[in-house]
C-alpha cells in the first residue's frame, strides 16, 4: 500500500523536469527550501527506512547517504551546477574496497534500484577479475535470475569496459564480457505498480530480487 513517500517521488519529478530546462544557481535560489522540504528531506528518511530492510536482508549493517543536488564541476566539460536527479546509496558499515554497494536513483528519465562495485582499479581490479574468474557462473546465473524476475541488466554506470579481454585471460574466457569491465552494476526498474505498493517496499523488494547477486560478491570477491 502507499506509504507517502509517493509525493516525494511525485515533487522530485516534477522540480527534476523543470529544472532541466533552467540549471541555474539564480533559478534554485529561491526554491531551494521547496527541494529541501519536499524532496532532499523526505529522501533522508527514506533513506534510514530501507538501510534497515537492506541491514535485515543481507545480515550487515549499511550506512544511507543522500547524493548532494550541487554538482562538483572541477574536472567537468559540463559546468551546469545542479544535478537533475535524486541518488540515494547504501554502503555495508564495516567494508572492503570492493564491498558491493547499494544504489536508487530517480529522475525524469529513470526510477531504479541497483548494486554493484565501482571504480575498480590496482589490486581492487586484480581481485574482481579472479573472482570472475573463479565464480564467474554463479555470478552469472544470480544475473540471468534477476533479469527474469526484475528485468534486471548490467548498468552502464562506471567507466568503459576494455575493448579486449584482459591478460593473462584467455580472449574466448567464457566471461569475457565481465572481465572486460572495470566496474560492476546491476540495476532494475522500479516496479510499475510501486504506486500501489509504496515506494519502500517497492524498493526492498527489488532489493530481495538483486540481493543473490550481492549474495556471491559478499561470499567471493
Not at 530546462?21 to 533522508?44: C, M
Not at 543481507?58 to 541518488?87: A, E, M, Q
Not at 544470480?142 to 524476475?149: E, I, S
Request: aromatic content about 12%.
Amino acid at each position: 500500500m502507499a506509504d507517502g513517500f509517493e509525493a516525494m517521488v511525485d515533487a522530485a519529478l516534477v522540480f527534476f523536469t523543470e529544472l532541466e530546462a533552467n540549471n541555474s544557481k539564480d533559478w534554485f535560489a529561491p526554491r531551494k527550501d521547496h527541494y529541501k522540504d519536499a524532496i532532499a528531506g523526505p529522501a533522508g528518511f527514506f533513506a534510514d527506512l530501507v538501510a534497515e530492510d537492506i541491514a535485515r536482508l543481507t545480515g550487515k549493517p549499511h550506512n544511507p547517504k543522500v547524493f548532494r543536488i550541487y554538482r562538483d564541476v572541477r574536472f567537468s566539460k559540463d559546468k551546469t551546477p545542479l544535478n537533475t536527479h535524486l541518488h540515494v546509496m547504501w554502503q555495508p558499515v564495516d567494508q572492503d574496497a570492493l564491498a558491493p554497494s547499494w544504489f536508487w536513483g530517480l529522475s525524469p528519465e529513470y526510477f531504479l534500484l541497483g548494486m554493484g562495485v565501482m571504480g575498480l582499479q590496482g589490486s581492487g581490479l586484480t581481485r574482481f577479475r579472479a573472482f570472475v574468474d573463479q565464480w564467474g557462473d554463479d555470478l552469472q546465473s544470480a544475473m540471468d535470475d534477476a533479469a527474469t524476475h526484475a528485468c534486471a541488466a548490467i548498468s552502464d554506470w562506471g567507466p568503459e569496459p576494455l575493448k579486449r579481454v584482459p591478460k593473462p585471460f584467455d580472449p574466448d574466457h567464457p566471461h569475457g564480457d565481465l572481465l572486460r569491465r572495470k566496474a560492476l552494476a546491476v540495476s532494475a526498474p522500479m516496479p510499475t505498480d510501486w504506486r500501489t505498493r509504496g515506494v519502500v517496499k517497492a524498493t526492498v523488494d527489488q532489493v530481495q530480487a538483486l540481493l543473490p547477486i550481492w549474495q556471491v560478491f559478499d561470499a567471493h570477491l
